[in-house]
């Protein structure tokens, strides 16, 4: 296996990630309920790990913004975590596929604090 290097590789991870989401009892309706158009979410999430990993410009957003209206906690984030991660395992290997777990789990940490410790629960929403 190689590392990632490249937006095609970006694209290879981030689609087969989400195909892994979708069909997830437990995350899945989740995101099945928000996105409507899943081709737009995917190329947002192209620029993000874009941007992320390789250091190119182009994503715009406010990701925690998104997710702190949902009905979110511990085993969400859990499960994400275990099906990114799995799908890294299956495709790369290298540093910057270890940057790319190292960063889903910081960012998996980080919104899982700031929801916790929301005022009024996870149904404010955060701009």
């Known amino acids: 296996m190689k590392d990632i290097e490249s937006i095609g590789d970006i ?3 981030v689609d087969e990630f989400y195909e892994k989401v979708r ?13 409507e158009d899943w081709q737009h979410h995917l190329e947002k999430l192209y620029a ?11 994503f715009r957003g406010n990701p925690f913004a998104r997710h702190a209206p949902l009905k979110i906690g511990p085993k969400h984030f859990d499960r994400w975590l275990k099906l990114f991660n799995e ?5 790369f290997e290298g540093d910057m596929a270890t940057n790319a ?26 701009v």
């Not at 069909?23 to 996105?35: A, H, R, S, V, Y």
């Not at 799908?87 to 495709?91: L, V």
Request: charged fraction near 25%; charge should be neutral.
């Open 11 to 13: 694209r290879l991870f």
């Open 87 to 91: 799908t890294i395992d299956g495709n």
């Open 23 to 35: 069909n997830d009892e437990l995350i899945g309706p989740i995101f099945l309920e928000k996105i």
């Open 101 to 126: 777990k190292n960063r889903a789990e910081l960012m998996a940490f980080m919104f899982l604090s700031r929801l916790q410790k929301m005022e009024g629960g996870s149904d404010k929403v955060i």
């Open 48 to 58: 993000f790990w874009n941007g992320a990993l390789l250091g190119v410009p182009g």
